[in-house]
């Protein structure tokens, strides 16, 4: 179920990262396939990343401010330094929120592999 509802409407995610005990979190667009979630990203939060790969995400769904549905996901970020993995990356997210595909040329591929799920519908 939490797989469908990633999958589904192009929301914001956040992104927690910890760099020094402390929390950074950002919102991000992303994209999930194969338990893995995909986020091209710069500054912050991919300096935190490559320090400490123990990330989290939150995404959730509402409308008019009532919650609809949420999913937490925690994991292990890798920073990917390929510039055509990243290139390959961004053009899908761009794709599924409706922006140009060359956008954000300048940010890095952040890859985030599953550890544990949470999600509830409302």
């Given amino acids: 179920m939490a797989e469908r509802l990633l999958e589904s409407a192009p ?3 956040h992104l927690a990262t910890s ?8 919102p991000v667009w992303y994209r999930y396939a194969d338990e893995t ?18 990330v989290a995400l939150s995404v959730q769904q509402d409308e008019a401010g009532q919650a609809e549905w949420m999913v937490t996901l925690l994991g292990t ?3 990917v330094d390929d510039a055509d993995e990243t290139t390959a990356a961004r053009r899908r997210i761009n794709e599924k929120y409706g922006a140009d595909p060359d956008a ?8 985030v592999d599953i550890g544990s799920a949470s999600y509830q519908t409302y």
Avoid: C, Q, Y
């Fill in 19 to 26: 760099v020094d005990g402390r929390p950074h979190v950002a």
């Fill in 11 to 13: 929301v914001m995610a």
């Fill in 77 to 79: 970020a890798e920073v």
């Fill in 104 to 111: 954000h040329a300048d940010n890095t591929l952040v890859r």
């Fill in 37 to 54: 979630v995909e986020v091209v990203t710069t500054g912050r939060k991919l300096a935190n990343s490559r320090r400490n790969p123990r």
